[in-house]
């Protein structure tokens, strides 16, 4: 059947000047990479802060707006809602047992708001729904942004900013979703489909100079609803060894966001790469969490968490409690990331800061790192930003009064994007959930590109004294104190640095490097392994593994 074509919507740039908690609330979107940055966000399960024109075709023209081109900024600071669509009269076709479609058309200029809301009332005794949806990919010139439109859903408790209304998030990975009582598609949650207003949300994540066309179709289909299964979360422990060192990748995505692998694949993967534990960290969603059922085991752990994808950098929300959903629909100048940072914590996770100098829209880091508990300093196969990271994470290191322990992750989406390169490798009192997240916070830690790569570094004092990455070794200014790093599966002509607050102090050939210094000369010591430099290089090679700080003499803050 055709569907019902509604008045088509202008929607121009928003006036930043309005209260940006009115209705709906600030927002913000996701991004992807060649650097893995992934450019889908998405969303699910119940928030730990709820208290606190022509078709894409290009063909036609468009209408200006009218009364049904509502252009109500309720939201303001990036938010817009566009008039409701509505299913009167469609009780015959119901009762034929047919899907009802109303369909969409309108048109957002270049500086539209982050968010559009496209109301859909939804009457009784809907079973399923439908979103499919297109937009003009125009072509522009080299440097100049071209269309990109993310979608998602609320239903209709609302959209309130950490609310519990929403059902779910694609980013721009999907152009249709499916969700009922009983299942949905990958990065929406399954449950009934209420009467009452849900809203359709676009997020126009960058829009080409003349504007983005775009049609958005609905379907509903009726029927019994249905029940919802009960979702069957990983176990917070497996066999482990007892305290030892533990290698994990806590940046992971699957087909429940922006992913190529399903959660299978990837648990594959992370045994082929030797790894004790794994996150599940899809963009702004949590429906991956009940989607390892029968992948784990006493071998493997996984945990809970979510990629929140602003518009102004990603953070891990890692470790949280299974379910919890953590909201992205802001800025930094919106000054709500801090209430965010809080209900993760209150949901027992850890606070991540991802990829913060990557180069690529909405990717760099804006939000500072007060609220934080650890920072990913290495994201995927070495590359400059990295080398920028590891070098702002050494300078908060000299200067911040509480340091953030550095992270490394793969952040691999898809095929040729290795599991594991690279990991975080702990050192846990157990492999379970609250000992890994201590662990990870204290940054009892080291990274490395593979399994095959050990760095161990130690600091002992001439009394015998000694302290391991992450730790502290209590000795006066004057004591000598000794500093060990050795590696193991280190690359062929590889080079260890030893680094402190002044830079680095000592280097030489793998896999062994010894130093005498005192609590005077050095607030900390952190380790390095490097890949040989190239010919005439003006920086070190490419990172194989990297410690966290030793801090000497009480040196830490």
């Known amino acids: 059947m055709t569907p019902a074509v509604l008045s088509a919507h202008t929607v121009s740039a928003y006036n930043p000047g309005m209260d940006p908690f009115a209705d709906a609330e600030a927002g913000a979107a996701g991004d ?141 990975f999907r152009d ?25 949300v676009l997020g126009p994540y960058t829009v080409a100079p003349r504007g983005m066309d775009y049609e958005v179709t609905v379907e509903l289909r ?14 917070e422990r497996a066999r482990g060894r007892g305290r030892a060192w533990y290698r994990g990748d806590c940046h992971l995505h699957t087909v429940h966001s922006d992913g190529a692998r399903t959660p299978a694949e990837v648990a594959a993967a992370a045994r082929r790469a030797g790894l004790d534990f794994l996150a599940t960290t899809e963009h702004n969603t949590t429906s991956g969490h ?20 602003t518009r102004n950098g990603h953070w891990l929300a890692l470790g949280t409690d299974p379910g919890t959903f953590v909201d992205w629909r802001y800025r930094a100048r919106d000054g709500v990331w801090p209430r965010f940072a809080r209900a993760v ?69 898809r095929e040729g994007q290795d599991v594991g390169l690279p990991q975080t490798v702990v050192y846990a009192d157990d492999l379970a959930r609250g000992p890994l997240l201590e662990a990870l916070r204290a940054g009892r830690s080291y990274l490395a590109e593979s399994s095959r790569v050990v760095l161990l570094l130690e600091a002992v004092d001439e009394y015998g004294g000694h302290a391991l990455p992450g730790g502290t070794l209590h000795a006066d200014a004057g004591r000598r104190v000794t500093v060990t790093v050795r590696a193991e599966g280190a690359p062929e002509g590889a080079t260890l640095r030893l680094l402190t607050d002044e830079g680095e102090m000592c280097t030489g050939p793998a896999p062994s490097l010894s130093w005498d210094t005192t609590p005077r000369l050095a607030t900390y010591v952190r380790a390095e392994l490097r890949h040989p430099a190239g010919k005439g290089a003006q920086l070190p090679g490419a990172m194989a593994a990297m410690t966290n700080p030793v801090w000497l003499g009480g040196g830490r803050r």
């Open 32 to 172: 992807e990479t060649a650097h893995s940055c992934g450019r889908t966000p998405g969303a699910g399960g119940r928030s730990p802060d709820a208290a606190d024109g022509p078709g894409p075709d290009g063909t036609g023209g468009r209408e200006e707006p009218g009364r049904r081109a509502v252009l109500a900024y309720g939201a303001a600071a990036g938010v817009s809602t566009l008039a409701a669509v509505g299913f009167d009269g469609a009780e015959a076709e119901a009762a034929q047992g047919r899907p009802v479609r109303r369909t969409v058309r309108g048109h957002l200029a270049a500086g539209a708001p982050d968010f559009v809301h496209l109301p859909v009332r939804v009457p009784e005794g809907v079973r399923e729904l439908t979103v499919r949806y297109r937009y003009d990919r125009l072509e522009v010139p080299a440097g100049t942004p071209g269309n990109a439109l993310d979608i998602g859903v609320f239903d209709e408790r609302g959209t309130q900013l950490g609310g519990r209304g929403f059902r779910g998030w694609s980013g721009g």
């Open 176 to 200: 249709a979703f499916t969700l009922s009582a009983e299942k949905a598609t990958p990065g929406y949650l399954p449950g009934p489909v209420r009467p009452g207003t849900w809203h359709v």
């Open 222 to 235: 009726y029927g019994s609803p249905g029940s919802t299964p009960r979702p069957v979360y990983p176990p």
């Open 290 to 309: 009940a989607a390892w059922e029968g992948l784990w085991g006493d071998d493997l752990l996984v945990l809970c968490g979510e990629e929140v994808t």
């Open 345 to 413: 914590h209150r949901a027992g996770g850890l606070v991540v800061p991802a990829h913060p100098h990557c180069p690529f829209v909405g990717c760099r880091w804006k939000f500072g790192y007060e609220g934080s508990d650890a920072v990913e300093v290495w994201n995927g196969p070495w590359t400059a930003d990295d080398e920028h990271a590891v070098a702002a994470w050494d300078n908060l290191l000299v200067a911040r009064d509480d340091w953030l322990p550095a992270m490394g992750n793969s952040d691999a989406h």
